[in-house]
DNA sequence: TTATCAATTTGATACAGATCATAGGACATA
DNA sequence: TATGTCCTATGATCTGTATCAAATTGATAA
C-alpha cells in the first residue's frame, strides 16, 4: 500500500496504513538492521495526529525523538505577526525532534492524519550509544537534508513565482522515482497555502501559477490530490531557470 | 590575532593569520584532541587562495575535504543565467567539501585572501575509521547548520528588505559573541553584492536598506569593513518582525 | 600625481507578486 | 436540506523591490 492509496481511503487507513506494526517507517527506510529495530521496537511509542494537529512547537522542550511511519507533516518557523515558513515536509521513514540546544527549533503539524513512532530522549540517547552505527547513518540523512536545504535557499532566494512552483513538482516527482515509484502523477496532499509558504508565495500567487502551467498542459490536475506531469523534462528546465 | 586583524593587516599575513602552524583552525575550533590533531596533521596540504578565487566548484568531483584556517569564504548556487545563491559563509575552524555522490553540490570562493588546509579524500576516510568519535562531532556540527539553514529559509522566505538586513547583522553580532569576542563592532569583509545573494535581495536593495538603518542611527559605518552595531536589542527586534 | 577599476550610493521608473475582494465547490455537521 | 468552513480560483489594484542609469568614493597601480 503506497502513501496515496492510504490517504485515499480515509482517515482510519490512513492513520496506520500498514497495519499492526508500529516501526515500519523504520525498517521502510532501510536505515535500520535487525537487531536495531528489535532494540527500537522495545522503546517505542505509537502516536497519531489528525489533519492539522501539531505534534511538536517551535520552543517546547525537547523531551521526544520521533519518526513518521504514515502519513505527511510540515515543518515549520513562525514569525511573532503570524508569517509562516515551511522548512520542509516529512514523508513515512523521515525523523525529527533532534534538538541542539533543549529546545524544538521547528513546529511540526499533521498535513493529513498522521501516525508515528515516539522515543523518549533519553532512551534514544542510550540506544545511540548502544550502536554506535546508527550515528553513522543518522550523518548521511543529515548531509541529505543539508544539501536538500541549500537547494531550497536558492528557490527562495532567487527563482521566479513559476520557477519555485516548476521546481515544487520536479522535486517530488524526483522524489517519487528515487523511492523506486512512478515520476508521475505525485501525490500533492498539501494545500495550495502550505505549498506557498514553503517556496515563499502566497496562496494566490501559487494557485496562479498552477493554473498557468495547467493552461500551457505542462500538468494536469487529477483526482484525490494527484497532479500529473506531462512534461517532466520542460518543467525541469523551467524549475532550473530555463 | 582575531581575524579582523588578519584582514587589516594585508593580504601576507591574511593569507595567513597565524604563522607556521597550518592546522591552527583546527584546533581553535576545539573539535579535535591531540592525538586526532596530530594524526591531521600528517596528512594536510595548505592551500592558499586570494581575494575572489575559487576554491571548490559546483559539480567537479570531490576529491578533497577542506577546512578554513584564515579569511572568509562564500558558499554559493549558481542558476544557468548567472543568478547566485550564497547559502552560507566560511571563517576559521568551519570544513567543507563532505560529498553526498562523488561531486560537489555548491562552489566555494574567497571573500578576503584564504588560507585552507586540504585534506585528499581516501585519507580523510581512512582517519574516520581510526577515530569514531570525530563522526560524532560531524554531526553535531552538521545539526547546527542545518537549524541555522532552516532559519534562513525564514529569512529569505517571508523577511521584508529591512528585516533581512537586521537579520544579518544580528546573526553576525550573535556569531561574534558566541566566539567569546564583542558583539559589536562586527567585521564584514563581504560586499553588498555578496550580502544581497545571501539574503535575496539586489545589491541597491541592499546598500539602501544599510543606509537607511544609518540614518536611522541603528548602526554605524567604520573604517576596515566593520560595522557597529548602536542597537542591538533593536536591530533584533527587527529582524523578528517586530 | 593621475589613471583605472571595483564597490557603494542614490535617483527614476517598471513590474512581479502581494493584497483585497468575491464566487464557487467540496465536505462536514446540524 | 440547510449551514458553515475550508480550499481553490480569479479579477482588480497596490506596492516593495528590481531594474536601469549615473555620480561618488576608495583602493591599487602606473
Not at 218 to 234: F, G
Request: glycine share 8%; with cysteine; hydrophobic share 40%.
Amino acid at each position: 500500500m503506497n502513501e496515496n492509496a492510504a490517504a485515499a481511503a480515509g482517515p482510519t487507513a490512513a492513520i496506520n496504513p500498514c497495519g499492526a506494526c508500529p516501526v515500519r517507517g523504520l525498517a521502510v527506510c532501510g536505515v535500520l538492521e535487525p537487531d536495531e529495530l528489535h532494540a527500537l521496537a522495545e522503546i517505542v511509542h505509537e502516536v497519531q495526529r489528525v489533519h492539522r494537529q501539531s505534534v511538536i512547537v517551535e520552543g517546547d522542550e525537547a523531551h521526544n525523538f520521533f519518526i513518521v511511519t504514515g502519513g505527511v507533516a510540515s515543518v515549520e518557523k513562525l514569525l511573532a505577526d503570524g508569517r509562516r515558513q515551511v522548512v520542509g515536509f516529512l514523508y513515512p521513514s523521515d525523523f525529527f525532534g533532534l534538538a541542539i540546544d533543549g529546545c524544538y527549533a521547528y513546529s511540526v503539524t499533521a498535513v493529513t492524519n498522521l501516525s508515528l513512532c515516539r522515543f523518549e530522549r533519553q532512551r534514544y540517547l542510550a540506544l545511540i550509544d548502544r550502536f554506535p552505527k546508527l550515528e553513522h547513518r543518522l550523518l548521511g540523512m543529515a548531509s541529505n537534508e543539508l544539501a536538500a536545504s541549500q537547494e531550497q535557499m536558492l528557490v527562495l532566494g532567487r527563482k521566479t513565482a513559476r520557477e519555485k512552483v516548476a521546481s515544487f513538482l520536479s522535486m517530488l516527482s524526483e522524489r517519487s522515482r528515487r523511492l523506486g515509484r512512478p515520476p508521475s502523477p505525485v501525490w500533492i496532499p498539501m494545500t495550495r497555502g502550505d505549498i506557498g509558504d514553503y517556496i515563499g508565495l502566497t496562496t494566490e500567487t501559487t494557485s496562479r501559477k498552477f493554473t498557468q502551467l495547467r493552461k500551457e498542459g505542462l500538468i494536469a490536475v487529477l483526482p484525490d490530490a494527484m497532479i500529473e506531469l506531462l512534461d517532466p523534462a520542460e518543467l525541469k528546465r523551467i524549475a532550473d531557470g530555463g
